[in-house]
């Protein structure tokens, strides 16, 4: 019964009266990332302590989940104006619109991990993985493992999304080229800010501060989903202390926010509490980050190809 209702639950739309219409611990949130980031990046090159730049990461992770947050409908209910409060992006690398259309589809789909029907997947299909040359071999087992995904996993999920975006805009797919054109001119003003205001070389801020921080958050999405015979099992549960889980803003709970989509990152834990012993009964359970690493650091989490017989 309890997983009727959450099914029921997860197809809540953003006119769901429960939820607020404009979410201001979020708002509030989002204005202190920037404000720490206005103000870190100004102190840095004023004083030309260019060491402390990598201290900004966390910052630039936390405005990725923010702007997960608004895909979902946070902090408001008009996703126009979510879009616009979220689309100028410190991390410089994935716009918004490519984000959304992608992420939408990962969770539309009942395919979970699926490599051929989830835009999230980082399973190869078999006839993929015969294909590959022996070295993208070794740097797929590579980035199997833990400390593989946090040093290469950001340039491998760049170099991915730089072709399907290359196909997307040749095509002009969808929203693409509008999308593209609001994160070049995002991008501008960010750029403008570091090194027009701050003096900030832009390929020390890049390697020192936007790569980390998209490291940061594959730590997040490293566990997140691996495949199960019951599909409700192939989305991870992973128990994390305030510091990380402020930093995913709770979508470390990721069953949670995959049953209850529109649930805000603040209720979450309280969500999980309630239903916990049904999201604990999984095979997917971590109780912290430290147990991931402990396990998958130099190990793979999950096989390179889908372990589906099917695939």
Known sequence: MSEIQS??????????????????????????????????????????????????APLVTLHSSLV????????????????????????????????????????ETDELTDPELDTESNFLTTAKWVSMGAICKRLRLVNATLVGRLVTGPLYTLSTFVRIEARRLIDNEGRTRLGWASHIAGCSVVVYWLAGVCGISMVSYVLLVAYPAMSLLTLRTYAEHNWAKRPSHRTAIVESSWPLSLLFLN??????HHDYPQVPWYQLPRVYRQEKSRFDDRDNFFKGYREIFRQFAFKAYAPVVHPSPDQ
């Open 251 to 256: 979508n470390n709970l990721h069953a949670v």
């Open 7 to 56: 099914s029921s639950d997860s197809q809540r739309d953003s006119k769901d009266p429960s939820i607020a219409s404009i979410e201001w611990l979020t708002v509030g949130l989002l204005g202190a990332v920037w404000s720490a980031l206005l103000l870190g990046t100004w102190i840095i090159g004023s004083r030309e302590i260019w060491f402390a730049l990598p201290l900004l």
């Open 68 to 107: 997960h947050e608004a895909i979902h409908g946070h902090p408001t209910r008009n996703p126009l104006v979510n879009e616009c409060l979220l689309t100028i992006n410190p991390g410089l690398f994935i716009p918004y619109g490519a984000f959304r259309d992608s992420h939408r589809a990962h969770h």
